[in-house]
C-alpha cells in the first residue's frame, strides 16, 4: 500500500537550535513529495516538494528538505528555528490513481521554544 | 488573486439537518480536493475532481456525504441528515493538473462544522 508516516507526534526545539520533521514513504513508481504547513485556524500552505533531480530542496520560510531515496526518507529541516516556526507539519504524497491524489502523513505539531 | 474561497467559515446546526459547504477554487485550476480534519483521524481526502468529473469518492465516509462541481468555479459538499460525528474542519482544495502530479494544493481556509 502506498502510504506516508510521520513517526513524531511532536518536536520540540529551543529557538536557534536546528531543527528535522521526519517523513518515510512507501510508494511505487517515482516519489512526488511534498511538505506543507498548518498553523492555528488556517488551512495547509505549500512549503517545498521535490519532483526529481537534486536531493537537497530548498522551500519557503528558510525550509529544506533532503531526499533520500535508499532510506525512503524525506525529512525537514530549518538551520535556525523560530519561534513563529511552531506549527503542525505534514509530509505528503502524490500517487497515481487514475488521477493523481496526495497522500498525507499524520502531521508533527513543533514547538520552538523561546 | 484572492485564493480558494470557501463558505461558510462556521456552521453550527442540529443533528438530523441539511449542511451545504462551498467552495470556490482559483482561477485555472482544474482540480479540486475536499478534506475532512479531526483530532482524532487527522487530514482525510474526501473526494477530489479532475476538470469537474469525480475521479476518487473513496473516502467520502457514506451516502450521507455528496459532492458535486457543476463548473470550473464552484463546488459542494453535503451532508444529509448530520449527525454530531461529522463535527470536523472541512477544506477544500485547488491544484493545477498540467504537468501530472508535480503541482502543489492551495488550501481554504477551512468550515469549522458542529452537529449538536
Known amino acids: 500500500a502506498q502510504s506516508v508516516a510521520q513517526p513524531e507526534d511532536q518536536v520540540n526545539v529551543a529557538e536557534g537550535n536546528p531543527l528535522t520533521v521526519k517523513c518515510t514513504y512507501s510508494?511505487?513508481?517515482?516519489?512526488?513529495l511534498f511538505w506543507y504547513v498548518q498553523y492555528p485556524n488556517r488551512g495547509l500552505q505549500f512549503l517545498l516538494k521535490?519532483?526529481?533531480?537534486?536531493?537537497l530542496v530548498k522551500g519557503s520560510y528558510g525550509f529544506e528538505a533532503e531526499f533520500n531515496k535508499s532510506q525512503t526518507s524525506f525529512h525537514l529541516k530549518k538551520p535556525s528555528a523560530l519561534v513563529s516556526d511552531s506549527a503542525l507539519y505534514f509530509c505528503a504524497v502524490r500517487v497515481n490513481t487514475g488521477g493523481f491524489k496526495t497522500i498525507f502523513g499524520a502531521g508533527t505539531r513543533l514547538f520552538v521554544k523561546a | 488573486d484572492a485564493g480558494v474561497i470557501q463558505s461558510p467559515r462556521h456552521e453550527v446546526t442540529e443533528m438530523g439537518q441539511e449542511v451545504t459547504l462551498r467552495c470556490k477554487p482559483i482561477s485555472g485550476h482544474n482540480s479540486l480536493f475536499w478534506y475532512r480534519q479531526t483530532m482524532m483521524r487527522g487530514l482525510e481526502l474526501l473526494i477530489y475532481f479532475n476538470n469537474n468529473v469525480p475521479i476518487d469518492d473513496s473516502g467520502m465516509p457514506e451516502d450521507r456525504f455528496s459532492a458535486k462541481m457543476p463548473n470550473a468555479s464552484f463546488s459542494t459538499l453535503k451532508i444529509q441528515p448530520s449527525e454530531p460525528r461529522d463535527s470536523a474542519v472541512y477544506f477544500c482544495?485547488?491544484?493545477?493538473?498540467?504537468?501530472?502530479?508535480?503541482?502543489?494544493?492551495?488550501f481554504g481556509p477551512g468550515t469549522r462544522l458542529t452537529v449538536l
Open positions: 521535490y519532483i526529481t533531480g537534486d536531493n
Open positions: 482544495a485547488s491544484s493545477s493538473i498540467a504537468g501530472g502530479p508535480v503541482n502543489e494544493q492551495f
Open positions: 510508494v511505487s513508481g517515482n516519489p512526488y
